[in-house]
C-alpha cells in the first residue's frame, strides 16, 4: 500500500508502497516481483536505514519457533517486537541478554543494527547471544549462519542494517533472571570529571547509563547523574513483590496528541527540564526496587514521545569515542554547549571490547543527543563528525540521516570488507535503502 | 479448556481470531489449504498462550472430503468459526465464469459443505456454536461487488437459517459482518479509515459476541447505520445509482 512513512526521528519523511507477508512462501514471492526493496520493522531507528520507495514490512511476521524455558534459548521470526517478547519470557525466569531504550523494535531491527544496552561492557551486543539464524537472499535462497557456518554472511548481517537479507528465522541465549524487578541506584556527578570517574568505579554493575547536562558551563559542566542496576534476586524484595516475583508489570501508558510546535523546546526550556531532572534527586545517592520497565523503558511510557519535537522531526546524534581521548567528549559538549542547539536528552555510557565488522560499539564512551531539525542543525553536525573522527571516533548508523559517505568510511576500518560481503549476498543491491545508497553501501544505479 | 476450530486459517482475520482465543484459554484447531504455512504459528500459540494447537489440512472446495476432514479432528471442536472466502476482480469474474464459479464455489458451496456436517453434529450433542464471517456486501446487490456481494448474501441468508434451525437444539449461531478490513485482502483498495478495522478488531468483536450469544454483529457501529441506509433506498433509485 501507499503511503506516507518516516523512522523514529520522523526525519526524513517519504513516499513509499509497503508491501506485507505473513508466510516465507509469500515473502519468497514478494522478493522474487520486487525490483528493489529495504525491509522494515517496527520503525524504531531514529533515520533513512529502514526507508526505500518500496519496504517489505516484517511486522505481521511474527511467530515463535521455540522456547527452551530450561536452558533460556529463544528462537523465532524477524518481526516479533521485544514487548512481546519479554511477556512470554519473563513469566519464566527469563530477561533479553541485552536490550535497547525501547522494547517497541523487533527482533529483525535489533539484529540489523546489532543494538546494544546499558550492559554493554559486561554482556555485548545483541549479537554476541544469537546461537545460529536463517537469512533469505535476493536470489530468493535461504541459508544458515553463525560465527561459524557461513561466518561472513553472519558478521554482515549483524549491524548490516538489512542489506544482506530478510532474517527468517533467530535463535538466541536469554539472561536468567530470580525476579521482574530492578534493584537501581542513582548516584548525582557535579561535573564530566566526576561521571567518567564514576562509571570507572562502578564498572562491575552489569547495567550502567548516565544522563547529561550539556548546557551546563563552568564548574557544573557535564553535570550528570548516573543509574546503575542489577536485576533483583528475590530476597531483596520487600513481602509483597516477593509473593510474585516475575511479576509482568501493568501496562500503563499515555499517548502525545498531537505534534509540539518547533519552538517549544529552545534554550531556556530544556534548560528549564535538565534542571528539574538533574534537582529531583534532591540526595547524591539514591537506591531503590523499581520494575524492569520503567529502568530499561523509561520513554516506552510515553507513545509518541517522538511528536514532543515537532513536525518537523529530529535526529540523534549517537557516536563512541574511545576510552583514553576525554578530550574529545570535553570539545564536543562545549561545542553543543556554545551552539545552544538544545538536546533535550543526553545520554552518556560505556562500551565494552567489541570485536566487529560493521556493528557499532567499540570499547569507549558512547554519546547520544537528540535535535530537533532546524537551519543549521546539518552543517553544525558536519561539524562534530570532524571532531569524532579526529578523536578516532564513529557514528551510529540507526541514528542517522545525514552522515557522508567518507565519515562512514573513516569509522569503519572494516566497510570495504562489509560492501563486499554484501555484494555477494544481495549482488544487484536488490535490497537497499535510502541510507545505503546515501552511504554508497549498495552499488548506485 | 474449550476447542476453537478455525476453517481457513491463513487469512490475517483468522490469525488475530486464533490468537485472541488461544489467549483466553482455548485449544486451537487451524484448518487451512496449505497447512504447512501454519507450522510457526502453530508453535507460536502454543509457546505465547500456553494452550494446544493443531493444524489441519482442508480445502474448502474439495467437498467430497469434508466429512473424512470433520471426522479426522479429535477433540471435536466446541465453536468452529468459518473465516475462509475469496474476493477476485469483479470485472473478470464476470467476464470468466470459471472465477464467478470459483468465488461461488468457495464463499457459498464449500461453506454450507462443511458447516452442514458440524450443524448436523452439534445439533446430536445439543449444543455448540458455530461463527460465520460473511459481509456487509452481501446486505444488498450492486454491481461493483456484483459476484463477491451475491455469494456473501447467500451465505448471510444460510447462516440466519441455520441460527433459526438449530435454537431449539441449543446450538448458536452468530453472524459476523465486518465492513472493511486492513487485510492482504483489502491491501490494494484505498479504505477510509474511520470504517477500517484491524484485524484484531474484528477478532475481540467475535470473541466478545460468542461471550454474549449475539446473533448478528457488524465490526464499526457505523456499519449497521451505512447498511441500513443502503437497504432503504428504493429500487427504482437505487438502479441508477453508482454503487
Partial sequence: ?445 | MPTVLILGASSDIAIAMARKFAANKHNIQLAARKPMDLKPLQSDIAIRYQVSCEVYGFDALAFSTHPSFFESLNPKPDISICVFGVMEDEDAAFENFEITHRMIDTNFTGAVSILNQIAQYYSGQKKGIIVGISSVAGERGRQSKLIYGSTKAAFSAYLAGLRNKLFKDGVHVLSVKPGFVNTRMTENLKLPKPLTAEPAEVANAVYAAVQKKKNTIYVKWMWRWIMLAIKNIPEFQFKKMNL
Avoid at chain 1, 526525519?11 to 519468497?28: G, H, N, V
Avoid at chain 1, 537501581?184 to 564498572?203: G, R, S
Fill in chain 1, 1 to 445: 500500500m501507499e503511503k506516507k512513512i518516516a523512522n523514529w526521528g520522523n526525519y526524513p519523511i517519504i513516499d513509499a508502497d509497503e508491501k506485507k507477508f505473513s508466510f516465507d512462501a509469500q515473502l519468497e514471492k514478494l522478493i522474487a516481483e520486487t525490483p528493489h526493496f529495504i525491509p522494515r520493522g517496527n520503525g524504531r531507528c531514529y533515520g533513512d536505514a529502514s526507508l526505500a520507495p518500496t519496504t517489505i514490512s516484517t511486522l505481521k511476521y511474527d511467530n515463535i519457533f521455540s522456547f527452551d524455558k530450561i536452558n533460556g534459548i529463544f528462537e523465532c521470526q524477524c518481526g516479533i517486537t521485544l514487548d512481546q517478547i519479554l511477556e512470554v519470557i519473563v513469566p519464566q525466569g527469563w530477561f533479553l541478554p541485552v536490550t535497547p531504550g525501547t522494547k517497541f523494535i523487533t527482533v529483525g531491527g535489533a539484529i540489523g543494527s546489532d543494538v546494544h544496552g546499558k550492559n554493554h561492557h559486561v554482556d555485548g551486543s545483541f549479537s554476541n547471544h544469537i546461537i545460529d539464524m536463517d537469512i533469505m537472499l535476493a536470489s530468493g535462497e535461504t541459508i544458515c549462519c553463525s560465527t561459524s557456518q557461513n561466518p561472513d554472511l553472519f558478521e554482515a548481517t549483524c549491524g548490516g542494517m538489512g542489506l544482506t537479507g530478510m532474517v527468517t528465522r533467530a535463535k538466541f541465549r536469554l539472561k536468567k533472571i530470580e525476579s521482574s524487578w530492578i534493584k537501581q541506584k542513582q548516584i548525582k556527578a557535579a561535573n564530566l570529571e566526576e561521571i567518567l570517574k564514576l562509571f570507572e568505579e562502578n564498572k562491575h554493575y552489569t547495567y550502567s547509563v548516565a544522563w547529561i547536562d550539556c548546557l551546563k558551563k563552568g564548574a557544573d559542566f557535564g553535570r550528570s547523574i548516573l543509574i546503575l542496576g542489577e536485576h533483583a534476586t528475590v530476597n531483596e524484595l520487600s513481602e509483597k513483590q516477593e509473593k510474585d516475583p516475575l511479576k509482568l508489570p501493568s501496562k500503563k501508558q499515555i499517548s502525545f496528541p498531537f505534534n509540539l510546535p518547533s519552538w517549544v523546546l529552545n534554550p531556556l526550556t530544556v534548560k528549564a527540564f535538565n534542571f528539574l531532572y538533574y534537582a529531583k534527586n534532591t540526595k547524591k545517592e539514591l537506591s531503590n526496587i523499581v520494575p524492569y520497565e520503567p529502568f530499561f523503558y523509561p520513554l516506552d511510557a510515553i507513545l509518541h514521545w517522538n511528536r514532543g519535537y515537532g513536525k518537523k522531526g529530529f535526529v540523534q546524534y549517537q557516536f563512541v569515542l574511545p576510552l583514553d581521548v576525554k578530550q574529545g567528549l570535553i570539545e564536543i559538549l562545549q561545542r553543543i554547549s556554545a551552539k545552544g542547539l538544545g538536546s533535550f536528552l543526553a545520554v552518556l555510557k560505556v562500551f565494552g571490547e567489541q570485536k566487529s565488522m560493521i556493528s557499532f560499539p567499540k570499547e569507549g564512551y558512547t554519546l547520544a543527543l537528540d535535535f530537533p531539525v532546524r537551519k543549521g542543525l546539518f552543517d553544525f553536525l558536519d561539524e562534530l563528525d570532524q571532531v569524532v573522527l579526529k578523536y578516532g571516533g564513529r557514528l551510529y548508523m540507526s541514528k542517522d540521516a545525514r552522515m557522508k559517505p567518507e565519515v562512514l568510511a573513516a569509522g569503519y576500518p572494516e566497510l570495504e570488507k562489509f560492501k563486499q560481503i554484501v555484494s555477494t549476498y544481495n549482488p544487484k543491491g536488490k535490497i537497499r535503502s535510502i541510507q545505503s545508497d546515501r552511504l554508497f553501501l549498495t552499488s548506485q544505479q
